[in-house]
Nanobody
Framework: QVQLVESGGGLVQAGGSLRLSCAAS????????VGWFRQAPGKERDFVAA????????SYADSVKGRFTISRDNTKNTVYLQMNSLGPEDTALYFC?????????????????WGQGTQVTVSS
């Protein structure tokens, strides 16, 4: 089992920045990749970014490319999501998730473990 705890969400004005953290514990050595997803009220959970734990290779949704950066600190078993130039369209509940297997990291069903989420609200 892998436990994930997100933090860093909050209320920010449009154009501002936030950094989300995802702290992992448990059998973290089994993790292949960690992803960030977000879900706005009444909408599906969408892929935001992912990082492969060992290589650091990253991938992003088109909607956040150039604004968001995913990174990891292996010594702290923590993954970060730096979010810049935030807009109201970024308002959502943000989740981090971990997967043990390779595959399409943009797909929700590929992930084995999920955190509880942290709310990000961007005011216009």
């Amino acid at each position: 089992q892998v436990q994930l705890v997100e933090s860093g969400g909050g209320l920010v004005q449009a154009g501002g920045s936030l950094r989300l953290s995802c702290a992992a514990s448990g059998r973290t050595f089994s993790t292949y990749a960690v992803g960030w997803f977000r879900q706005a009220p009444g909408k599906e959970r969408d892929f935001v970014a992912a990082i492969i734990w060992t290589t650091g290779r990253t991938s992003y949704a088109d909607s956040v490319k150039g604004r968001f950066t995913i990174s990891r600190d292996n010594t702290k078993n923590t993954v970060y999501l730096q979010m810049n130039s935030l807009g109201p369209e970024d308002t959502a509940l943000y989740f981090c998730a971990a997967t043990r297997g390779q595959g399409f990291l943009t797909v929700v069903s590929r992930y084995d473990y999920w955190g509880q989420g942290t709310q990000v609200t961007v005011s216009s």
